[in-house]
């Protein structure tokens, strides 16, 4: 038999014709129980579904699934961190269920508004805290006596007073005494607060006295404002309404209501000490021009009433109100946190100052334009009980 020959086009040409055959048409829907292998091209909406299809739909899902793994990752490193550098401490001051006197200590700026670390956890003087344990010794039967350790260079004018005057409610309300020991610095808002004792030790290297009152500094950039064409604008009710404001010369009319402030506040205190130490008003407005006394000064003036520390306060205390039988609970508010606890106190502070020290260094950018306009952003000083170098 005679065989056909055929050329390698024909050959070419059969095969490409029994493939189209067996293949769907494209673009078209596959039948409801046909399973398309890796040639064949589903339907996807006007056009066939191609494999850069399927890998391109499952890259967006691995993407979302990342992002959303990422946020919750965040999330929960916040809350490890605040576990590990919030105060858990109990807020309520430990003290014996026996007769005690309580030493309570006044440390750093008196201050509605805390320092806080970079946790936003209180690192100093704690002032609502201060007051609550206060308002505790009033009602515990088992207090017989207060000791007021201050290591302060004072504070704000009205969180000071509100606690010399707490530290009054205590005296009056209870009867029991009240003894103030001075560390190295009881200065201003410091010294205020110790008046409201009946006895005042200090130690022989204490600096107290400065009674005056301070608004700190106010920046008049205006000037320098000028010299990089920068101009401000502001629109108030009345030519008062933005006195202290560091883009324009202050008026001697917002110089005199300033200065008015600060009077009333020195009239206050000076009033206060005078009634307090059994001093003459003018005498202690003689005292009273901001300047530091040393402890010996201070008793030649008549602002304290002793050399000593401590355990002279409580020895004297316990002889002259026949207090022997009294224990000493001391009230120090401490910050306490978890890491703090486990890797010790030392390396929390280290790891802040380190923070510190990079948050210094990824804001304080700008060249002269940025500080100026940082500076600017502080707001006018209030009054202050406060001993500024």
Same mark, same amino acid.
């Given at each position: 038999?005679?065989?056909?020959?055929?050329?390698?086009?024909?050959?070419?040409?059969?095969?490409?014709?029994?493939?189209?055959?067996?293949?769907?048409?494209?673009?078209?829907?596959?039948?409801?129980?046909?399973?398309?292998?890796?040639?064949?091209?589903?339907?996807?909406?006007?056009?066939?579904?191609?494999?850069?299809?399927?890998?391109?739909?499952?890259?967006?899902?691995?993407?979302?699934?990342?992002?959303?793994?990422?946020?919750? *990752?965040?999330?929960?490193?916040?809350?490890?961190?605040?576990?590990?550098?919030?105060?858990?401490?109990?807020?309520?001051?430990?003290?014996?269920?026996?007769?005690?006197?309580?030493?309570?200590?006044?440390?750093?700026?008196?201050?509605?508004?805390?320092?806080?670390?970079?946790?936003?956890?209180?690192?100093?003087?704690?002032?609502?805290?201060?007051?609550?344990?206060?308002?505790?010794?009033?009602?515990?039967?088992?207090?017989? *006596?207060?000791?007021?350790?201050?290591?302060?260079?004072?504070?704000?004018?009205?969180?000071?007073?509100?606690?010399?005057?707490?530290?009054?409610?205590?005296?009056?309300?209870?009867?029991?005494?009240?003894?103030?020991?001075? *560390?190295?610095?009881?200065?201003?808002?410091?010294?205020?607060?110790?008046?409201?004792?009946?006895?005042?030790?200090?130690?022989?290297?204490?600096?107290? *006295?400065?009674?005056?009152?301070?608004?700190?500094?106010?920046?008049?950039?205006?000037?320098?404002?000028?010299?990089?064409?920068?101009?401000?604008?502001?629109?108030?009710?009345?030519?008062?309404?933005?006195?202290?404001?560091?883009?324009?010369?202050?008026?001697?009319?917002?110089?005199?209501?300033?200065?008015?402030?600060?009077?009333?506040?020195?009239?206050?205190?000076?009033?206060?000490?005078?009634?307090?130490?059994?001093?003459?008003?003018?005498?202690?407005?003689?005292?009273?021009?901001?300047?530091?006394?040393?402890?010996?000064?201070?008793?030649?003036?008549?602002?304290?009433?002793?050399?000593?520390?401590?355990?002279?306060?409580?020895?004297?205390?316990?002889?002259?109100?026949?207090?022997?039988?009294?224990?000493?609970?001391?009230?120090?508010?401490?910050?306490?946190?978890?890491?703090?606890?486990?890797?010790?106190?030392?390396?929390?502070?280290?790891?802040?100052?380190?923070?510190?020290?990079?948050?210094?260094?990824?804001?304080?950018?700008?060249?002269?334009?940025?500080?100026?306009?940082?500076?600017?952003?502080?707001?006018?000083?209030?009054?202050?009980?406060?001993?500024?170098?």
């Amino acid at each position: 038999m005679k065989r056909k020959k055929i050329s390698m086009f024909d050959d070419y040409e059969n095969k490409r014709e029994s493939h189209n055959a067996a293949r769907p048409e494209y673009g078209a829907r596959p039948d409801a129980g046909a399973r398309p292998n890796y040639y064949e091209r589903p339907y996807a909406g006007d056009r066939a579904y191609t494999p850069r299809d399927e890998r391109r739909g499952g890259g967006l899902r691995k993407g979302i699934i990342i992002y959303i793994c990422i946020f919750i *990752g965040i999330v929960l490193l916040g809350f490890v961190f605040r576990a590990l550098f919030s105060d858990w401490s109990d807020d309520a001051p430990a003290t014996p269920g026996s007769p005690y006197i309580a030493r309570l200590d006044v440390t750093g700026t008196i201050s509605g508004s805390p320092a806080t670390d970079l946790f936003g956890n209180i690192s100093g003087y704690n002032h609502s805290w201060t007051l609550d344990s206060i308002d505790d010794l009033m009602y515990d039967d088992n207090n017989f *006596g207060l000791i007021l350790f201050v290591d302060s260079p004072g504070g704000g004018v009205y969180e000071s007073d509100e606690l010399y005057l707490k530290l009054r409610e205590y005296a009056d309300s209870t009867g029991r005494p009240i003894y103030a020991v001075m *560390g190295s610095m009881a200065a201003s808002g410091g010294y205020y607060i110790s008046t409201a004792a009946e006895y005042i030790y200090a130690n022989r290297n204490t600096w107290t *006295g400065s009674i005056g009152v301070t608004m700190g500094t106010m920046v008049d950039l205006s000037e320098f404002l000028d010299r990089y064409g920068v101009k401000t604008e502001t629109i108030t009710s009345g030519r008062n309404k933005a006195m202290g404001s560091n883009f324009e010369p202050m008026t001697d009319e917002q110089r005199a209501i300033f200065q008015g402030l600060i009077d009333e506040a020195y009239d206050q205190f000076t009033g206060i000490v005078a009634e307090e130490r059994y001093l003459e008003l003018e005498y202690v407005r003689e005292l009273a021009d901001g300047r530091i006394y040393t402890a010996a000064q201070a008793i030649d003036n008549g602002l304290i009433d002793d050399i000593g520390d401590f355990y002279t306060a409580l020895a004297d205390m316990q002889d002259i109100y026949n207090l022997d039988f009294c224990d000493v609970a001391t009230l120090s508010y401490e910050y306490r946190s978890l890491f703090g606890t486990l890797f010790g106190a030392g390396a929390e502070k280290n790891l802040t100052a380190v923070l510190t020290k990079l948050s210094n260094i990824l804001t304080n950018e700008g060249g002269d334009i940025g500080a100026a306009l940082r500076l600017a952003e502080s707001n006018i000083p209030a009054p202050q009980y406060l001993y500024e170098r």
